[in-house]
């Protein structure tokens, strides 16, 4: 039998899914986060460009690389499940170009209980 190894993606135990008052389903932190954990590393879909896709995903992409922006991709793992903050989020994303990877992490204290947010499109 022949397989192909996957590096190993990190992903934070003091993280879970559950729902949320803003929208549907989030992310949440199950104990005390400090600021610059890493909360996950996700693999994610680069799309093309000029397709159309579903509406329903327009509120899930991504800057690919994160910088240059001249790509959109789809985040998977918990990534997608994060909630949009535009004007106060919790965390951050970086992209890995060299592993292929987004990474989350978090820019500030956060406490037990409390939502995590990001910015899918803050591009710098």
Known sequence: MFFTIISMLYRSSKIYVDDSDIHGRG???SEFIKSGEILEEC???VLE???????ILHNHFFSWPKGA???LAICLGYGSIFNNSDESPNADWQTDT????IIFFSI???NQGDEIFTNYRKND
């Open 27 to 29: 992310v949440f932190a």
């Open 43 to 45: 693999h994610f879909l």
């Open 49 to 55: 460009n000029g397709l159309q896709y579903p509406e």
């Open 69 to 71: 922006g001249d790509k």
């Open 98 to 101: 060299t592993k292929n990877k």
């Open 108 to 110: 500030r204290d956060i």
